[in-house]
């Protein structure tokens, strides 16, 4: 059974911070590319950030850059993303993705085979 599951969701002032957690069991992410996206109401599921397996590269959507933080820790199968100064446009769904097979695009749904449920952060202006 492989699971995904996020925590660290909850509800902030707007120049507040959270840490997300990821947390992989049943099957290893440890090899390949991991990601988060988020999904406000009424949109689409977008694109956050992404993380080689290694952690040497960084991937983030534009509006996050220099506020958010992506990173894991494979010897506990747990991925990261550290949100500061966050703004009430981040309010949305936070999911996390893995996926078992190597590919070179890493900020499409269809990049990854497996996803968390999705934690909840709020950030009230």
């Known amino acids: 059974q492989v699971q995904l599951a996020e925590s660290g969701g909850g509800f902030v002032q707007a120049g507040g911070s959270l840490r997300l957690s990821c947390v992989a069991s049943?099957?290893?992410?440890?090899?390949?590319?991991m990601g988060w996206f988020r999904q406000a109401p009424g949109k689409e599921r977008d694109f956050v950030a992404a993380?080689?397996?290694?952690?040497?590269?960084?991937y983030y959507e534009d509006s996050v850059k220099g506020r958010f933080t992506i990173s894991r820790d494979n010897a506990k199968n747990t991925m990261y993303l550290q949100m500061n100064s966050l703004k009430p446009e981040d309010t949305a769904v936070y999911y996390c993705a893995g996926r078992v097979r190597s590919r070179v695009s890493y900020n499409a749904l269809s990049d990854y085979d497996y996803w968390g449920q999705g934690t909840q952060v709020t950030v009230s202006s």
């Open positions: 993380i080689t397996w290694s952690g040497r590269s960084t």
């Open positions: 049943g099957r290893t992410f440890t090899t390949y590319t």
